[in-house]
């Protein structure tokens, strides 16, 4: 059984950071690509940061020197810093995971709470 758990969501002020974790369990973590998602409320969901299994990784715009991806493939979890954040990066924010080399094999945690507000 897949599964993977999100942690580390909260309450921050602006400017403040937080440190989202994510573990996977039920996978060969090596072999997939980790992402973090955000879906704010009224908006449809979209793409925060991926790392491949090779630890590329890969930003969108509204993130770019704030927030940093990481993988611990030994430990299979991914991790997500986010510094100087702003009331727009509040929040549902999902981890996922998808295989790189098959189609289809693609799965999503639950999702963390990020509320960044004064």
């Known amino acids: 059984q897949v599964q993977l758990v999100e942690s580390g969501g909260g309450l921050v002020q602006p400017g403040g950071s937080l440190r989202l974790s994510c573990a996977a369990s039920?996978?060969?973590?090596?072999?997939?690509?980790m992402g973090w998602y955000r879906q704010a409320p009224g908006k449809q969901r979209e793409l925060v940061a991926v790392i491949g299994s090779g630890g590329n990784t890969k930003y969108v715009d509204f993130v770019k020197g704030r927030f940093t991806l990481s993988r611990d493939n030994a430990k299979n979890m991914v991790y997500l810093q986010m510094n100087s954040l702003k009331p727009e990066d509040t929040a549902v924010y999902s981890c996922n995971a998808a295989h790189e080399g098959l189609a289809g094999y693609e799965y999503w945690g639950q999702g963390t709470q990020v509320t960044v507000s004064s």
């Open positions: 039920g996978i060969i973590f090596s072999v997939f690509a």
